[in-house]
């Protein structure tokens, strides 16, 4: 079975996103302890390394490390995996929500940074007493500088296509670059089939888990499920016919059913379980056998 999508329209249905979220480790190798450390037990210089916490259980540093974990996560929900390193594909039909939800991080992040700075020097005499000796005023960025230490930004780019004009510069290359993308953009086909199979086995394999007859589950077990299943047909923007299968099936043996159902009655909660069982089976068939968006 293959896709009509060309690569062409493969790129003016997504863009490529890139995230970078940087925050003050608050963390510090000390040397000095590490060798009295080594010394005392008689061990190699190169077999440890003590670390020491500069602002240990700090409320205002957690909040900001709380939303880049947030961001990362709502990042990862929305798009689907690229080939270079913390580059992600985002479609099209996402892009207002992903962009609105951002600038709302942006503003919490910030936020969040503004006050940890504004503390910072209190937050360092707390620092002075706690570590006592091991306190150290150089571990410590100086004030005008410690704001660096703090950024959140989105980059979004195109998805590179084989007539792009920067390819056509580069006229002695030019036949091994476009090779080169329009296999990159093939590939990246697999990868976002692959990404949307492999997210729909895991709400799955924790639905049966939870489903048999000793074990309990929560309402967000299922809740989890028909939120990926809401964003599906946005992520599959390959139009890949297997993905919106299973996505149908799933939705139409397993997703309605409520969990207060399922609690009361066994013989469902059995038929269930064999259900996604079944569509469990079906995923790993396609993804054992799955050579390309044109076929097993």
Not at 46 to 64: H, N, P, Q, V
Not at 126 to 155: Q, T
Request: aromatic share 8%; net charge negative.
């Amino acid at each position: 079975m293959t896709t009509n999508l060309t690569n062409n329209e493969l790129i003016n249905k997504a863009m490529l996103v890139k995230i970078r979220i940087s925050v003050w480790t608050a963390k510090k190798h000390d040397s000095e302890i590490s060798e009295q450390i080594l010394e005392q037990h008689g061990a190699d210089k190169k077999y440890g390394r003590f670390w020491k916490y500069l602002m240990k259980d700090t409320e205002e540093l957690d909040a900001i490390n709380k939303i880049s974990t947030k961001i990362r996560k709502f990042n990862e929900k929305l798009t689907l995996p690229w080939h270079d390193e913390g580059i992600r594909i985002l479609p099209s039909s996402l892009f207002q929500k992903y962009s609105s939800s951002m600038r709302q991080f942006k503003e919490e992040f910030d936020i969040a940074s503004e006050k940890f700075l504004s503390l910072y020097s209190s937050l360092i005499e707390s620092a002075r007493i706690s570590l006592n000796g091991l306190f150290c005023e150089a571990d410590y960025p100086a004030i005008e500088k410690i704001g660096s230490k703090f950024k959140f930004d989105v980059k979004i780019d195109p998805i590179p296509y084989s007539d792009d004009f920067r390819v056509a510069l580069q006229q002695e290359e030019i036949k091994r670059i476009k090779q080169e993308i329009d296999q990159r953009v093939e590939e990246t086909k697999t990868i976002v089939v692959n990404d949307l199979l492999e997210r729909l086995k895991e709400k799955l394999l924790l639905i049966v888990d939870r489903l048999q007859p000793d074990n309990q589950f929560k309402r967000n077990t299922f809740e989890n499920l028909v939120e990926l299943l809401s964003i599906i047909p946005d992520l599959n923007f390959t139009n890949d016919p297997r993905i919106e299968q299973i996505r149908k099936e799933i939705e139409e043996k397993i997703s309605f059913v409520s969990p207060e159902a399922l609690r009361e009655d066994a013989v469902l909660r059995e038929k269930t379980s064999e259900d996604a069982s079944e569509i469990l089976q079906n995923i790993e068939n396609m993804m054992s056998g799955y050579t390309g968006l044109g076929g097993f």
